[in-house]
């Protein structure tokens, strides 16, 4: 018997509308598109304000250790309080301590200084003041030196100050920016009882110190009438 061949055509499965929408429509991808620029932009933004968050906090705790090591070494300065003149090098003697009346500045002699040859004494002269820069600088030269023949050690404390002010505690418990204080006599060897220092920086943040001085004076009839820790005013009473 001859064979039969037997010829299956297979019948054609109508497509269904789930499959011809298989991908994305070019709105859809329009859409998806704007969605991601809109997530980024806003990921990139709530990164930035981290980062300057934590770049404000950074330059907070630096502004911070600064003056924290600035006022250390303005403290032990002023808790070694000197009477004593200095030698300004045209052949006179400047006060023991004194501030510059036409912009900040502050001039005086320091004790417990190391006893070396070149500075037998331990005493120094020590100078704050605002350089052009506006940064509070300290200089320190040995009671032997001049200001005007040596440059003298140079020390940045702060950096980005705006103003420093600087009041003494006068005799009528007043506060006066000078010393001596106008219209008081003071012996060149007079030294301030209280000293009020206040730093402003140009961030606008603003700190102050109240520290206690020496309250000596020779023209007094009382002289001597106490002294701040680690002074000897009797001592060391006499100009170089």
């Known amino acids: 018997m001859a064979k039969l061949k037997l010829k299956f055509k297979r019948k054609a499965m109508p497509v269904s509308r789930r499959d011809r ?18 997530m980024s932009v806003m990921s990139y933004q709530a990164v930035e304000v981290i980062l300057g968050a934590n770049e404000r ?17 303005i403290s032990r300065d002023i808790m070694h309080l ?28 320091r004790g417990g200084g190391p006893m070396v040859r070149s500075n037998p004494t331990g005493i120094s002269r020590i100078e ?29 404390l ?16 007043n506060f006066s920016p000078d010393w001596p204080p106008l219209n008081q006599n003071h012996h060149t060897l007079s030294l301030p009882k209280m000293i009020r220092i206040t730093i ?3 961030n606008g943040s603003e700190t102050s110190r109240l520290l206690p001085g020496l309250n000596f ?19 060391s009473a006499n100009a170089n």
């Open 200 to 202: 402003k920086l140009e």
């Open 57 to 73: 906090s950074r330059g907070q705790l630096e502004d911070e250790s600064q003056l924290h090591r600035a006022w250390q070494v």
């Open 21 to 38: 929408q298989s991908g994305f429509t070019l709105i859809e991808a329009v859409v998806s598109l704007m969605l991601l620029a809109v």
């Open 217 to 235: 004076d020779p023209n007094l009839k009382t002289g001597s009438t106490g002294s701040a820790a680690g002074s000897d005013p009797g001592g």
């Open 128 to 156: 704050y003041r605002l350089n052009n820069d506006n940064q509070l600088e300290r200089l320190s030269w040995p009671i032997t030196a001049s200001s005007l023949t040596s440059e003298g050690n140079r020390l940045i």
């Open 82 to 109: 000197r009477p004593r003149g200095f030698a300004d090098g045209l052949g006179g003697t400047e006060r023991a301590y004194l501030t510059d009346p036409s912009d900040f500045g502050l001039r005086f002699s």
């Open 158 to 173: 702060v950096h980005d100050v705006d103003e420093v002010k600087i009041e003494q505690l006068s005799r009528d418990n």
